[in-house]
Nanobody
Framework: QVQLVESGGGLVQAGDSVRLSCVTS????????MGWFRQIPGKEREFVAA????????HYGDSVKGRFTISRGNGQNTINLQMDNLKPEDTALYYC??????????????????WGQGTQVTVSS
């Protein structure tokens, strides 16, 4: 059974940095895309960042460009999300996601078929 496990969330102050990690367990075939989304209660899941395996391109949501960086981890299907200059509006449950098939919808939850349970990031002002 495939599992995506996030770690690294917590309570921080505005301006701080946090690094999230996502590790894939189970079958180790490559994922075409790995990404991060976030969600707050009552809102839709928001695209944060994606890394395309084929050419290592990265993409970011407008609200995090210039502050967040997605990168490969040490394992084949591991990714990190470095979050700098955090703001209170970054407070959310952050989800790791993976696509097991090629997808053009890397910016949308519908492009992914594997999800982690989420890790909470809370930024105080």
């Amino acid at each position: 059974q495939v599992q995506l496990v996030e770690s690294g969330g917590g309570l921080v102050q505005a301006g701080d940095s946090v690094r999230l990690s996502c590790v894939t367990s189970g079958p180790t075939f490559p994922r075409y895309v790995m990404g991060w989304f976030r969600q707050i209660p009552g809102k839709e899941r928001e695209f944060v960042a994606a890394l395309i395996r084929s050419d290592s391109r990265t993409h970011y949501g407008d609200s995090v460009k210039g502050r967040f960086t997605i990168s490969r981890g040490n394992g084949q299907n591991t990714i990190n999300l470095q979050m700098d200059n955090l703001k209170p509006e970054d407070t959310a449950l952050y989800y790791c996601a993976a696509a097991t098939k090629p997808t053009l919808y890397w910016h949308s939850p519908e492009g992914y078929d594997e999800w982690g349970q989420g890790t909470q990031v809370t930024v105080s002002s």
